[in-house]
């Protein structure tokens, strides 16, 4: 889209006022806002005097629009226009420290305040993640950054808002603010950031540690309600990632999917009082229908974010399918999905949650078999029967199913995003494992414990049972966390990083994992695999190798030929070169950052240099 000039040249200071239309919360005390229709304001605003004056400087100071890198890449052009609001959404991220005395930004409101703006667009480098195309799909052409004193935003001022919206974002926010003073007592009256979880200041290592440790455990939950990670710290994602756990901090559909459980274990327990209730409604009927308003109630906490509201899309049609009266494949009920969700929005197709989201439930789906297959040969016992099987054999059994059915679950989903990956962030973990540690306590302690101690403390205030609960549900996490540490400290937690796969060799090993797949669950059930999973693998086989094969002969012969080239990398401001020759590749500088929450290496040069690039 076209651009205003008002807002044409980056480093110009403007006074502009929009709406805000999303709060996210980021790691390290972060908010992200994302305004719409931002524009001009036309007066000075009333403000102090020594405000005013520097407003004034900034917006004197002359800024020139030619310099280079000013608007790289930006695909609209620059129209004389001094009024009219900036096109689509607008990222602005505020910091701890600026919203300082103001309570956290609502959803609905109105925002004002002195920034610059900068088009939405990411770096050059080959093989890196193009940032302007994940905002444009989002409809975000441009960010904005405030103009900061030593003491915080020379000017920013919210005004509230109006609306049904704006009234169900108020008190979801209230509530979000209630459990982070429960959680944190007095730290923090306004639900921002606890001053525990600031640095520590003149506290030995140890006890600092143990009490960051406690602390982040606390942050987890508002986390897992409401999707606000701004109380976590850096590091603590940094470790959840490294143990391959950072899906479980994110609103996703596995917890959609245990608030929908709940309504079906609702179900459960009224059974056992109306044990006729199944002869008026079908019992499908009725636990779809009391999984609905927890499900909704969920997505009401989490901000109605598009994953979520992609994931209850998805949920929908399984349960459209669950309840139909014939039989039907789980893969039929992921592809309607698919197809509605193409449907309203085609971009969908583009998004990487949205293809990561699809393509674990599918490799979940497809290594159901293999999970069937371990029912039988380590079968609960039936209800209702004597059984021969002593009590400790039926516990190993059931310990065995559990940890089994977690165990093929996870390595599936794994692998089945695997290609997605490492074509995208060139780093894997390995440690598909942790899953079977965190994951049952997650699923049965932290996130009922954390609902449950919520309901109590929005409906009766603060009192000793939802205090209670919370720490019941906030142990798991800081246990969790104290052993990232340990394994961390020891050199157990690498992310590896590996060469990125061309599109044809991933399409090959997406065939070969789908037919392995369905041979080995045929094999296991006593059935005879069918002639397409065997074309599956055998075709997954031959494109793999066949998908390097341009990179091989160009390396053969750049090689040959003595070839010898000179890369300078994206950095910002920077710089990092690459020097190509026939003995090898030499890295000269590697960029850099003063921010905490950018690494160069990791986001830019390690997935330049693993990427191949043909000549």
Not at 323 to 332: G, I, K
């Amino acid at each position: 889209p076209d651009c205003p000039s008002w807002a044409s040249v980056p480093r110009r200071s403007v006074l502009a006022e929009g709406r805000v239309a999303s709060v996210t919360g980021l790691p390290g005390g972060r908010v992200r806002l994302l305004l719409e229709h931002l524009r001009p304001l036309q007066d000075m605003p009333s403000l102090p005097d020594d405000v005013e004056a520097g407003v004034r400087r900034a917006l004197a100071r002359t800024v020139t629009s030619d310099f280079s890198g000013g608007r790289k890449g930006y695909p609209g052009a620059v129209v004389e226009d001094e009024v009219s609001p900036v096109p689509g959404l607008v990222s602005l991220t505020l910091h701890a420290r600026d919203l300082e005395g103001f309570p956290r930004p609502v959803a609905g409101q109105r925002l004002r305040g002195l920034m610059r703006i900068f088009p939405a667009v990411g770096s050059v480098n080959p093989g890196t993640s193009d940032l302007g195309r994940y905002w444009a799909d989002r409809n975000v052409w441009h960010n904005a950054r405030l103009n900061r004193t030593a003491d915080g935003p020379l000017y920013l001022a919210f005004e509230p808002g109006e609306g049904a919206a704006y009234r169900a974002a108020c008190l979801r926010e209230r509530w979000r603010k209630a459990l982070v003073s429960a959680l944190f007592g007095n730290d923090r009256k306004d639900g921002g950031t606890p001053q525990g979880l600031a640095p520590s200041g003149g506290k030995s290592g140890t006890s600092a540690e143990r009490e960051e440790v406690l602390l982040q455990g606390r942050a987890m939950l508002p986390a897992l309600m409401f999707g606000d990670r701004s109380l976590l710290s850096p590091e603590t994602v940094e470790l959840f990632n490294r143990a391959g756990l950072v899906h479980s901090l994110a609103l996703s559909g596995q917890h959609l999917a245990l608030a929908a459980m709940a309504g079906a274990m609702f179900v459960f327990l009224l059974s056992l009082f109306l044990r006729g209730i199944f002869l008026a409604v079908p019992r499908r009927m009725l636990a779809v229908s009391a999984g609905l308003p927890f499900a909704m109630a969920y997505l009401f906490l989490g901000g109605a974010p598009f994953s979520l509201i992609r994931a209850a899309c998805m949920m929908l049609t399984a349960a459209v399918f669950l309840c139909l009266r014939r039989r039907t494949m789980p893969l039929d009920a992921l592809f309607a999905a698919c197809v509605l969700l193409f449907i309203g929005w085609p971009l969908v197709a583009f998004d990487l949650s949205a293809q990561l989201s699809v393509l674990a439930v599918a490799g979940i789906l497809l290594a159901m078999p293999l999970v069937s297959a371990l029912r039988r040969r380590f079968p609960p016992a039936e209800r209702g029967r004597a059984s021969g099987v002593s009590p400790v054999r039926r516990a190993l059994h059931a310990c065995v199913r559990w940890t089994g059915t977690m165990l093929i679950l996870s390595l599936a989903a794994q692998l089945a995003v695997l290609p997605v990956l490492v074509h995208v962030f060139g780093a894997v973990s390995l440690n598909v494992w942790m899953n079977l540690i965190w994951l049952p306590p997650l699923t049965f302690i932290t996130l009922p414990g954390a609902a449950l101690g919520l309901l109590l403390l929005v409906t009766f205030g603060p009192q000793p049972c939802s205090d209670m609960l919370f720490f019941a549900a906030a142990w798991p996490a800081e246990v969790m966390l104290k052993l990232l540490h340990v394994m961390a400290d020891g050199g157990a937690l690498p992310l590896i990083q590996c060469f990125r796969p061309m599109p044809l060799s991933a399409l090959g090993y997406g065939a070969a994992l789908v037919g392995m797949l369905l041979m080995l669950g045929a094999k296991l059930n006593g059935r005879l695999a069918g002639a397409a999973a065997r074309r599956l693998l055998v075709a997954g086989l031959l494109l793999m190798p066949a998908g390097q094969l341009p990179v091989w002969l160009d390396d053969r012969q750049a090689a040959r030929e003595r070839q010898v080239s000179l890369t300078m990398f994206d950095v910002g401001q920077g710089q990092a070169v690459l020097l190509t020759h026939p003995g090898g590749r030499v890295l000269v500088d590697g960029g850099g950052s003063a921010s905490e929450f950018f690494d160069c290496g990791r986001s830019v040069l390690a997935p330049a240099l693993t990427f191949p690039i043909l000549t």
